[in-house]
C-alpha cells in the first residue's frame, strides 16, 4: 500500500515536472496573426519540437510580409529547416539585453550550426548594438552586412525562450543552398561513415532487404543502426539465418515513418518495422528512460547512443546492441542446464528500471556456411554500455532525483 502510494507519487510529480518547463512556441506565436506564415514553417520543418525541447533560446521571427521574399524562392522544406534553424539563436536575448551587448556586438551560435550541417562560421549570426539603439543581424557567412533590424519584441520568458521580430530573413548562401532530397540521399554511405559499416555492407549485399528500404526513403524512414562492434559479433547469428530470415531481420532495423528525436523521446509504444507484414509482426517497444530512448523486444533491449541524419522524411540513429526480434530469435537458450533460467527476474514492485537483460547463449558457429565470408572475428563482448549515450542524458536525470528528495521529504 504505502508503496504503491509512494510510485504514484513519483509517478505523478515526474509528469509535472515534465510538462511545466515546456513553453510551446507554435502556441506563443498563435496570438500573433502577422507570423502565421512563419509558425506554420516552423511546424512543418518539425523545428517547432525542436524548440520546444530546448531552453535558453531566441527565436527570431518574421511576419508574413517579408516571408515572402523567401518562399517566391520556393525552397525545399529541407533548405527551409536550414534557413530557419539560423533563425533560432542559443541563448537568451531578450529586448533588454540586446541593447546592453558587451562591446555592442556579439556572435551568436544557432541551432543550424549546433546540426554539424553548417561548416565553418556559418552557422553564428552576428548581433551589433549600432549607434541610435538600432540592432542589426547578420549570418556570419554573408561578408559582414548586417541588414535585418530589431522591429520588436513578440514573446519573453526569461531565460527559457524569447521570440523576437526581425525585419527580413537573413540571407546564408550555406542554409539556401539546396539540400538533396531524399532519395538523393545515400544511407548505406552516411552509415558506413560513421559507425555502422557492418550493417551497412550487410544490407547492401542483401538486395531485396536494401530495395525495401530504397522503397521507403521518399515517403518517411527512419534507421536504428548497430554500431560495428556489436553488429560484427552478431554476424555468426546473422548467418545462421535462413535466406528469408536475413531479409525480415535487416528489415526490422527500418521504421516506415520519420520519426525525430524529439517524437522519439514523447512517444512511448510499440512500432511497427519494414519486416511487419501481417502475422510476423516484427515490432519493438519504444521506452524513454530519462533522457535515454531505448527500444526492446521479448529478447533484449538496446539503446539509441547517437543521431546519424536527422533530415525530414529520413532519420538514422545509432544503436549500441544488435535488438533480437522474438520472430527469429529464443529468449534465453536453456541449454542442456541443470538451472532453470532465470528469466525476466520476476517483478519486484519497482516503477523505476526494469532492466532485464536475457542473453541467449554465445556458440561460436560450427557448422558455419560459408568460411571465405566471415570476418575475422571478433570480441564477443556484447556488454556495450557505451559512453556515446553522454550526450543524451541529461537534465532530466536531475529532475528524477528532485522528485525523489521531494517524495522522501513529504513523507
Ligand atoms: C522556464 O522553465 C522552467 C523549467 O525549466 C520553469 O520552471 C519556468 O516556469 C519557466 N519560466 C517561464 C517564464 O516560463
Ligand atoms: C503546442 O500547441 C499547439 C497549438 O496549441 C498544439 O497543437 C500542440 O499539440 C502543442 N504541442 C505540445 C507539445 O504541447
Ligand atoms: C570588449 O572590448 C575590450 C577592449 O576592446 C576587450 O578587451 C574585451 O575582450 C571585449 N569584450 C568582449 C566580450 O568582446
Ligand atoms: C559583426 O559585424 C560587424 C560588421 O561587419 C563587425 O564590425 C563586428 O566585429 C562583428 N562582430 C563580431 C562579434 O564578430
Ligand atoms: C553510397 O555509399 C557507398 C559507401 O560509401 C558507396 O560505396 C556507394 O557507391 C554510394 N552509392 C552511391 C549511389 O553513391
Ligand atoms: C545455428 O543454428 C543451429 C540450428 O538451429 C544452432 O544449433 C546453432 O547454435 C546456431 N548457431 C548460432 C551461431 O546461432
Partial sequence: MQQRQQLFLIFSL???FQT???HNITRLLAKHSSLSTFNHYLTLTHLAQEINRRTTITVLAIDNAAMSSLLSKNPSIYTMKNIFSLHVLLDYFGAKKLHQITNGTALAATMFQATGVAPGVSGF?????FKGGKVGFGAEDNGGSLDSFFVKSVEELPYNISVIQISKPLPS???EAPTPGPSELNITGIMSAHGCKVFADTLLVNP????TYEDNVNGGLTVFCPLDDAFKAFLPKFKNLTASGKESFLEFFGVPVYQ???MLKSNNGLMNTLATDGASKFDFTVQNEGEEVTLKTKINTVKITGTLLDEQP???YTIDKVLMPRELFKAAAPTPAPAPAPEEAADAPKASKSKFKSKSAPEPASESDSPADSPDDDPADQTADDNAAASFKGGRFVVVGLSFLLVLWLL
Fill in 14 to 16: 515526474f509528469l509535472v
Fill in 20 to 22: 511545466s518547463n515546456g
Fill in 125 to 129: 549570426v552576428n548581433i551589433t548594438d
Fill in 173 to 175: 548562401a550555406v542554409a
Fill in 208 to 211: 531485396e532487404a536494401m530495395g
Fill in 260 to 262: 525525430s528525436l524529439s
Fill in 314 to 316: 529520413v532519420a538514422i
